[in-house]
């Protein structure tokens, strides 16, 4: 039941704080995205290949063609490969990039692209990638994969605190790219880099993008979680817990996924924290809101923990937030567990999988 003023009974209005460094962007590359990116450079490579003469000319950028043509090749295995062994997906992915550094200066705007591409998903090299990927878009802006190019410079950019330069990436990609799921996973993206410069409206505009856009289940999911977090922190509870509960039937695993990241890491007990509340508030079985008002409970406390150790400038700025929440998933759950304990004992349901958030 809920108070007029549309907020569940013994949960409090909360205040609208500034975010502080927080993040679950999608930041790898989903087999299409990358798919999209190793298809433009083939063509963009096509065109510019170096004729007899040109090899003859110039041996090394003859020589970086060709690493760049292997190197493609096994891009392309790795993303089949990706399904069936992460592993061998990750070992060819080291080995395309071996074979581009080997060439690096030598290669064209495609080789540069690729490159960057690769440095950005490997993640080891940040201001490498992103010297790499500026010098890419320098060198050919209009190339067929410099919308991809740009969604990688924006999660390098975020990787290495430049929020600026994060969010003018993704509005430049923005401005070229025209597939769903690319336009889903950029607006989804500058929604979280407005989140974290305090910009709540603007990540609220950009989440709503997101679902429009993508077609992809785990984007769309990942944006209602965004939904979620935005509604929360604006003081709106029911819009945030329904935007969890509709993230969780859309793709339940969305933030395991290896390509979603966060900063701080302990800031996904937030989102499965709310998601745990959504799901026992949706649910009509008491035994099952007892146990998922029971994993809410220690998510916020796993939050509060983390949070609380957390010595970054900020990093306590929702700890209000997650204690209120804490306290009130602690009362309906001893209220919940007492009501439980008054019905005939009936059999048990199985547990629920936490491993799914």
């Known amino acids: 039941m809920r108070r007029p003023d549309g907020q569940p009974h013994g949960q409090p209005r909360l205040a609208l704080r500034v975010p502080p460094r927080r993040r679950a962007l999608l930041g790898g590359a989903l087999l299409g995205l990358a798919l999209l990116l190793v298809g433009g450079l083939s063509s963009q490579a096509a065109e510019a290949k170096p004729s007899v003469w040109q090899a003859a000319k110039d041996p090394e950028r003859a020589r ?42 030598h290669g064209g705007p495609a080789h540069d692209y690729l490159l960057g591409h690769l440095l950005a998903l490997h993640g080891s090299d940040l201001e490498r990638a992103r010297a ?13 994969v410099a919308r ?9 950019s975020a990787k290495l605190g430049d929020g600026a330069g994060e969010h003018r990436a993704y509005t430049q990609g923005l401005s070229t790219a025209w597939e769903r799921d690319l336009r889903g ?18 990540a609220l505009t950009d989440y709503h993008a997101a679902v429009r ?5 785990h984007v769309q999911a990942l944006a209602y979680w965004g939904l979620a977090i935005v509604r929360e922190r604006l003081g709106d509870l029911p819009k945030a817990l329904e935007a969890a509960g509709l993230a969780h039937r859309i793709a339940p695993n969305a933030l395991q996924l290896p390509s979603v990241f966060f900063v701080p890491r302990y800031d996904l007990h937030y989102y499965q924290a709310l998601t745990f509340m959504a799901l026992g508030r ?20 796993r939050y509060v923990r983390a949070a609380e150790a957390d010595t970054e ?8 937030n997650a204690r209120l929440h804490h306290a009130s998933c602690e009362r309906q759950l ?4 007492r009501a439980l304990a008054s019905r005939p004992r009936a059999r048990e349901a199985p547990a629920p999988d936490e491993d799914a958030l």
């Open 132 to 144: 790499v990927l500026r010098r890419a878009l320098r060198r050919a802006p209009d190339s067929p």
């Open 64 to 105: 970086a063609e060709r690493a760049r043509v292997s190197a493609e090749r096994m891009l392309s295995r790795a993303l089949m490969a990706e399904r069936l062994s992460a592993r061998s997906a990750q070992s060819l992915e080291r080995a395309s990039l071996a074979m581009l550094e080997l060439s690096e200066g």
């Open 148 to 156: 991809r190019a740009w969604f990688d410079l924006g999660v390098v």
């Open 313 to 320: 400038p900020g990093a306590g700025v929702w700890l209000p």
């Open 185 to 202: 996973n950029l607006y989804l993206n500058r929604a979280e880099s407005s989140m974290v410069a305090g910009r709540l409206m603007d």
């Open 213 to 217: 856009a993508a077609s992809d289940p």
């Open 282 to 301: 949706e649910t009509t079985a008491l035994h099952e809101r007892v146990r998922w008002l029971g994993q809410a409970v220690s998510a916020w406390a």
């Open 334 to 337: 001893k209220e919940a567990r």
